[in-house]
């Protein structure tokens, strides 16, 4: 019997006036499904949303994880505060030029490496430019290890495949010098996209100058910025097998709270563009979370109606429920367990699954319970 080992989250979210995610144009994100444009949030953006949520919530000390360019300069940063404190000798040039070369060695051969810089320790202009990801352990490490090497570091006593970051470990990282240390991703985010088709809306806007020019009256700045509405359909993938390789924080004291705050993160949080100017940060009406043998998700290529009185919101919910009722019946053997909550869940969904909860906490609480089996 295949074993039920992924954990999918569906979840319905109603977004009011909003540019969350927005392209090179500045118009939110599009996409073409079933001849209609539908409103779209990436997963690059979704994925990170969750990660600084998590991270955010989670970790107060400066223990967080970091993805930059310019990494090799935290850890001397780092490095120079250790030697300090020890009051050890400490030359920050050559520091720089080590930590410079100990990130690139992670993402560029050695015929690709450049030579750093004198000044600033930052590789040369025409060297590859990428951005890594370290846990903050790994930056930690790398930087006392600067602090009082007189020697030679290499990468791999420092970062292995398995992180201690929940971060690192949900969404994966990629180096393309290192492959035997580069992390499997345990989570799977798929783009957001709105279950029917969409309108863009354009916002012409003054802004008025507090010391205007004489015989000045009028606005300091014309623009104009674009906006939609929608409901959106998203779902995500937490991978258990994979989540135990990648992670070493399993047998940790805080193991639990730190699942419970990544599973809330991956229900609640949303991408932050024009956040300040909209401020969309609705609730999920509906999340539908089930066991699975393998990976599933459900689709809305015919676009959802709306209602007669207007919305879209109760059409979604009713598509969403009649797929995975289908599904049951057409593979049961791939689906377990089953939760809903939301803020439009409604307790008559209990004919259709195993258990239904209008709380948060007690969704999280489940999830987290079924990944720690």
């Given at each position: 019997?295949?074993?039920?080992?992924?954990?999918?989250?569906?979840?319905?979210?109603?977004?009011?006036?909003?540019?969350?995610?927005?392209?090179?144009?500045?118009?939110?994100?599009?996409?073409?499904?079933?001849?209609?444009?539908?409103?779209?949030?990436?997963?690059?953006?979704?994925?990170?949303?969750?990660?600084?949520?998590?991270?955010?919530?989670?970790h107060t000390d400066?223990?967080?994880?970091?993805?930059?360019?310019?990494?090799?300069?935290?850890?001397?940063?780092?490095?120079?505060?250790?030697?300090?404190?020890?009051?050890?000798?400490?030359?920050?040039?050559?520091?720089?030029?080590?930590?410079?070369?100990?990130?690139?060695?992670?993402?560029?051969?050695?015929?690709?490496?450049?030579?750093?810089?004198?000044?600033?320790?930052?590789?040369?202009?025409?060297?590859?430019?990428?951005?890594?990801?370290?846990?903050?352990?790994?930056?930690?490490?790398?930087?006392?290890?600067?602090?009082?090497?007189?020697?030679?570091?290499?990468?791999?006593?420092?970062?292995?495949?398995?992180?201690?970051?929940?971060?690192?470990?949900?969404?994966?990282?990629?180096?393309?010098?290192?492959?035997?240390?580069?992390?499997?991703?345990?989570?799977?985010?798929?783009?957001?996209?709105?279950?029917?088709?969409?309108?863009?809306?354009?916002?012409?806007?003054?802004?008025?100058?507090?010391?205007?020019?004489?015989?000045?009256?009028?606005?300091?700045?014309?623009?104009?910025?674009?906006?939609?509405?929608?409901?959106?359909?998203?779902?995500?993938?937490?991978?258990?097998?994979?989540?135990?390789?990648?992670?070493?924080?399993?047998?940790?004291?805080?193991?639990?709270?730190?699942?419970?705050?990544?599973?809330?993160?991956?229900?609640?949080?949303?991408?932050?563009?024009?956040?300040?100017?909209?401020?969309?940060?609705?609730?999920?009406?509906?999340?539908?979370?089930?066991?699975?043998?393998?990976?599933?998700?459900?689709?809305?290529?015919?676009?959802?109606?709306?209602?007669?009185?207007?919305?879209?919101?109760a059409g979604s919910i009713k598509r969403?429920?009649?797929?995975?009722?289908?599904?049951?019946?057409?593979?049961?053997?791939?689906?377990?367990?089953?939760?809903?909550?939301?803020?439009?869940?409604?307790?008559?969904?209990?004919?259709?699954?195993?258990?239904?909860?209008?709380?948060?906490?007690?969704?999280?609480?489940?999830?987290?319970?079924?990944?720690?089996?």
């Amino acid at each position: 019997m295949t074993e039920n080992n992924f954990l999918t989250i569906h979840s319905l979210t109603a977004l009011p006036w909003h540019n969350l995610n927005r392209d090179d144009r500045g118009l939110p994100k599009q996409v073409r499904e079933g001849g209609k444009t539908r409103g779209r949030l990436s997963a690059q953006s979704l994925k990170r949303a969750i990660r600084v949520a998590y991270e955010l919530d989670s970790h107060t000390d400066g223990t967080n994880s970091l993805r930059s360019r310019d990494l090799h300069e935290e850890i001397v940063r780092r490095a120079a505060a250790i030697a300090a404190t020890n009051q050890v000798a400490f030359d920050e040039k050559v520091a720089l030029k080590i930590a410079a070369k100990i990130v690139k060695s992670l993402t560029s051969s050695d015929k690709d490496t450049a030579e750093p810089s004198e000044s600033t320790g930052a590789a040369k202009e025409d060297s590859k430019d990428t951005v890594t990801w370290l846990s903050g352990d790994e930056i930690d490490a790398l930087a006392g290890a600067l602090a009082g090497t007189g020697g030679t570091l290499k990468v791999a006593d420092f970062v292995q495949s398995k992180t201690g970051s929940l971060s690192i470990a949900a969404f994966g990282r990629m180096f393309a010098a290192q492959n035997d240390l580069q992390t499997e991703a345990g989570i799977a985010v798929g783009p957001a996209t709105t279950t029917h088709p969409i309108m863009i809306e354009v916002d012409y806007f003054t802004t008025v100058d507090d010391l205007p020019r004489e015989n000045d009256r009028g606005a300091g700045h014309l623009g104009q910025a674009f906006y939609t509405s929608g409901v959106y359909y998203r779902s995500v993938t937490i991978d258990k097998k994979q989540l135990r390789d990648s992670w070493t924080g399993w047998d940790s004291p805080d193991a639990a709270a730190r699942l419970e705050l990544l599973v809330r993160s991956i229900v609640t949080a949303l991408p932050s563009g024009k956040d300040n100017s909209t401020a969309p940060n609705t609730r999920p009406a509906l999340i539908l979370a089930e066991t699975q043998a393998h990976r599933t998700a459900y689709e809305f290529h015919e676009p959802v109606k709306a209602d007669a009185e207007g919305g879209y919101l109760a059409g979604s919910i009713k598509r969403l429920i009649e797929q995975a009722d289908q599904a049951r019946a057409f593979d049961p053997s791939e689906f377990g367990e089953s939760f809903i909550s939301g803020t439009s869940a409604d307790t008559g969904l209990a004919i259709h699954f195993d258990h239904t909860t209008v709380n948060l906490p007690e969704l999280t609480e489940q999830i987290v319970e079924w990944l720690r089996r």
